[in-house]
């Protein structure tokens, strides 16, 4: 694969996004395209651009050119939600076990979960809904790049309690990490 990876990100709304452009920027060394989305995006609506942009990656093997899918688990969870995206794939004609530069994060119970958790917060679980604890306590005064840099400097003792409390979270992180190693490729 020539080039620095190309790199799409489909999202549903807007938080995600603050967290993950900045992200993949600062690993990948490159601007990301977002794809377009509604002011309040959700699941149905990233599931049906899901095949269309997975499509157009796939169809790309010689050229460095990858996805980030971020959906929230909401009520169905990361399993369930992990599933629905899965079977997307295979009915877009993606072999889930096949090797590709489709990565997938699905923050449980939603992406203010992670975001507390990057803030410092250890009391989490991934069944409760943090998002108005999140928006009152810490996102006024948090910076555009806070949470990326929290993302990137985790102890790997902080990381070990991540992966117990949190394991949507490990798994995001591996999946970055794998998009990521794909770049160097």
């Known amino acids: 694969m020539p080039g620095k990876l190309r790199c799409s990100l489909l999202c549903e709304d807007l938080e995600q996004e603050r967290l993950f452009r900045p992200l993949l920027e600062r690993l990948l060394r490159r601007r990301i395209r977002v794809e377009p989305r509604k002011p309040h995006g959700g699941f149905t609506f990233v599931l049906a651009r899901l095949k269309e942009t997975a499509r157009y990656v796939r169809r790309r093997p010689q050229e ?18 992990l599933a629905e995206i899965r079977n997307a794939l295979r009915e877009a004609g993606i072999d889930d076990q096949e090797p590709d530069r489709i990565a997938i994060c699905i923050p449980t119970r939603n992406i203010e979960t992670w975001a507390l958790w990057l803030c410092g917060v250890s009391d989490l679980e991934e069944k409760t809904d943090y998002k108005l604890r999140y928006q009152q306590e810490f996102k006024p005064g948090l910076g555009r790049n806070d949470l990326v840099e929290a993302w990137l ?12 409390r949190l394991p949507a979270l490990a798994h995001g992180r591996a999946e970055i990490e794998r998009l990521r190693s794909r770049a160097r490729d």
Not at 64 to 81: N, P, T
Not at 153 to 164: G, I, N, V, Y
């Open 64 to 81: 460095a050119v990858g996805l980030l899918v971020v959906v929230d688990g909401d009520r169905v969870g990361f399993q369930g939600r």
């Open 153 to 164: 400097t985790t102890s790997p003792e902080r990381r070990e309690a991540e992966a117990k």
